[in-house]
Nanobody
Framework: QVQLVESGGGLVQPGGSLRLSCAASGSIFNTLDMAWYRQAPGQQRDMVASITKSGSLNYTDSAKGRFAISRNSVKNAVYLQMDMLRPEDTAVYYC?????????????WGQGTQVTVSS
């Protein structure tokens, strides 16, 4: 079982920055693939950025050049640095962990943290 706790959301003006954090419980962090998703009101939950256990990165087009995902295996945490924020980045941001064992995927979600970009 993996528990994920996000933090770092808030209200920021357009063009500003936020850094989201996701702390993972347990001792298996190095075996997890991690990702950040977001969900705006009335919209589906979409991936923003991901980082595998080996460090491979992937970003959605809207995040490229503005957001950076990273992980710290000592702190069992994954981060999302968000710069040049836009109003359309407003959403609840969720941390996701995927544990793959013998071809079976276990998926874990955090409770989400609200990001609001507004002047």
């Amino acid at each position: 079982q993996v528990q994920l706790v996000e933090s770092g959301g808030g209200l920021v003006q357009p063009g500003g920055s936020l850094r989201l954090s996701c702390a993972a419980s347990g001792s298996i962090f190095n075996t997890l693939d991690m990702a950040w998703y977001r969900q705006a009101p009335g919209q589906q939950r979409d991936m923003v950025a991901s980082i595998t256990k080996s460090g491979s990165l992937n970003y959605t087009d809207s995040a490229k050049g503005r957001f950076a995902i990273s992980r710290n295996s000592v702190k069992n945490a994954v981060y999302l640095q968000m710069d040049m924020l836009r109003p359309e980045d407003t959403a609840v941001y969720y941390c996701k962990a995927i544990l793959t064992r013998r071809g079976v995927l276990d998926v874990y979600w955090g409770q989400g943290t609200q990001v609001t970009v507004s002047s």
